[in-house]
């Protein structure tokens, strides 16, 4: 129940009433002697309930801390006492509705999640007002949301035109494309996120795809095959549902839901936070664009912050690639401003901020309600900003086209990452960990290596495509001089990694089988000997997803992040 609701008066703002409890990081209601009581009359000639003076009947009194004085309560018809010092006087506030008071009473623990506008990222979303719209995009989304796995969002920014100041944007009638796209993956153990960017103009194959009507019949629109991604949404009546189709088509990665907004968001939400810092290397003016920035670092919200996420002409190649990167470092600053203690602390900043989110948010109906948005931001905020990720799907020139404006998945590249993000590997680690790590890793592919003759191994397929095991086992023989392999058949499970397993008396081999295949030192796994089909002492090589064929070196990485990747807790500079 709220302030109001337990008797106080309605001249008291219930913000000032919620107070940040240190050991707990929420806000907790505190009846406090700063907001006095009105006299609650109960009948005629009754005598007041006994404990708080003023409290209605068969109401607990709220405790008084220790050594607080409890002003006597106030006569109707008297002036108000002056507030005391330090403290703000009451002033009159309007009533607030019920979906405004229950923001109250969780402002402190959550960030809120968006991505906004036609080119905006990914921001911390706190929905409790009962304005966010919902679509039903059937099957296309998980029927729930589950606290317990990792879980993948498609947020999506349309450059569909609504509110005011907006009709210079995007195309004229246009229902909404996906305009600016980023897939967020949070792992499992709540240690790492990815927010992967898909490009718009990134070339794919729409998938066809089953879409609700407004009568609640359902229609099948049919897909195409290589066109730009962004027509995923809008086109045909297609839904974001169709969106989250192409995207599971286009790089493996199914999301399970989605959040989608427009331009607005961009305008309102960092207006809220009092404006987000942004840096370029060069000074700006695109008249396109309408931007307008001296090198540097500067302050930018509303209109500006919109022109900043949307300019593409302001760097070096003019494309939307580069856009990309300038919006993800937005992203970031915007990510600290709002987490920042001066945002979090302040009921008012949260409120305002739930407004100028939920207004410009459409999510699917199975996170569409307060409490499975509370949940999502609340697993969110165990993430460190320091292991979120910002990257692009690695991608290259359309090769289909004479002078390529439009790009291709870069087939060499993606899948790599599409499997770390699979395999909830993190792209960023606790830096005394990794260099722990790189030690030992290095430390493994140091001293003497056996002559390649003298290498014995047993190969397992854990994953590689079928016949990859035969195929290595007559490249190390017949090429590399490993005489003393044989083929094992399949592991008992697959593995994203290749790996090597040896005993410690196998070092000299293993360091040489490394070589002929380019394993890393992580690769390497120190263990157990097995015995071959001599009954002699082998080690085990396992061939991963990762296994591209017969005397292909390996990366010397798990999971090496496209170039151009960052981090939410570093503020970069756009050039």
């Excluded at 292909?552 to 151009?564: D, E, N, R, T, Y």
Aim: proline share 6%.
């Amino acid at each position: 129940m709220d302030a109001q609701g337990r008797g106080r008066a309605d001249d008291v703002d219930p913000a000032d009433q919620w107070v940040l409890n240190p050991n707990t990081g929420e806000y907790e209601l505190r009846l406090t002697p700063s907001a006095p009581q009105s006299a609650v009359p109960g009948p005629r000639g009754s005598a007041p309930s006994p404990g708080r003076p003023g409290a209605p009947r068969g109401r607990t009194p709220t405790p008084v801390a220790p050594g607080r004085d409890v002003p006597p309560p106030r006569r109707r018809g008297t002036p108000p006492e002056e507030p005391l010092p330090g403290r703000r006087g009451r002033r009159p506030v309007k009533k607030k509705s019920s979906a405004k008071k229950a923001l109250l009473w969780t402002g402190g623990t959550m960030a809120f999640v968006l991505v906004a506008g036609a080119t905006t990222g990914w921001f911390y979303l706190k929905h409790l007002e009962g304005n966010v719209g919902t679509t039903d995009v059937g099957d296309a989304a998980a029927s729930n949301f589950s606290k317990d796995e990792a879980f993948d969002i498609l947020i999506i920014g349309t450059d569909k035109r609504t509110g005011e100041g907006n009709d210079g944007y995007g195309d004229v009638g246009s229902v909404g494309h996906a305009d600016t796209n980023i897939l967020l993956h949070v792992s499992k153990d709540r240690t790492n996120a990815t927010a992967l960017s898909i490009p718009r103009d990134l070339i794919v194959d729409i998938p066809d795809c089953e879409t609700k009507q407004e009568d609640g019949t359902t229609r099948v629109v049919t897909g195409q095959e290589g066109v730009r991604f962004n027509r995923s949404l809008g086109e045909g009546g297609r839904d974001p549902g169709c969106t989250m189709r192409t995207v599971e088509a286009a790089t493996g990665i199914k999301p399970q839901h989605f959040v989608m907004a427009d331009f607005n968001a961009v305008k309102t939400l960092t207006t809220a936070v009092d404006g987000v810092e942004v840096c370029v290397e060069k000074a700006i003016n695109d008249k396109k664009s309408k931007l307008v920035l001296p090198a540097g670092t500067s302050k930018v919200e509303g209109e500006r912050a919109l022109a900043f996420v949307r300019t593409r002409h302001a760097f070096s190649n003019d494309s939307d690639l580069d856009r990309i990167k300038a919006q993800q470092q937005f992203l970031g600053s915007l990510m600290r401003k709002m987490t920042s203690g001066d945002t979090l602390t302040n009921p008012a900043k949260l409120l305002k901020l739930a407004e100028a989110a939920t207004n410009a948010l459409t999510v699917d109906k199975a996170i569409g309600n307060v409490g499975t948005l509370k949940d999502i931001a609340l697993e969110l905020k165990k993430v460190p900003t320091k292991n979120i990720t910002f990257m692009t799907i690695p991608v290259k020139d359309n090769p289909a086209e004479p002078r390529p404006v439009t790009v291709v998945v870069d087939e060499s590249k993606a899948p790599q990452i599409v499997d770390a993000i699979n395999n909830d590997v993190s792209f960023t680690e606790v830096k005394a960990q990794q260099k722990k790590e790189k030690a030992e890793v290095a430390a493994r592919l140091k001293g003497t290596k056996s002559a390649a003759s003298d290498v014995r191994v047993r190969i397992f397929n854990g994953g590689a495509a079928g016949g990859s095991a035969q195929r290595q086992l007559s490249y190390l023989q017949t090429e590399a001089g490993v005489t003393k392999s044989e083929n094992a058949g399949n592991a008992d499970a697959a593995l994203a990694r290749t790996t090597l397993e040896y005993a410690p008396d196998q070092a000299d081999q293993a360091r040489r089988l490394a070589d002929i295949m380019g394993l890393s030192g992580s690769a390497l796994k120190p263990g157990k000997s097995v015995t071959n089909s001599q009954g002699l002492p082998a080690m085990t090589l396992t061939l991963g997803k990762d296994f591209k064929g017969a005397g292909v070196k390996l990366s010397s990485s798990a999971a090496v992040a496209p170039q151009g990747a960052s981090t939410a807790d570093k503020a970069q500079c756009a050039s």
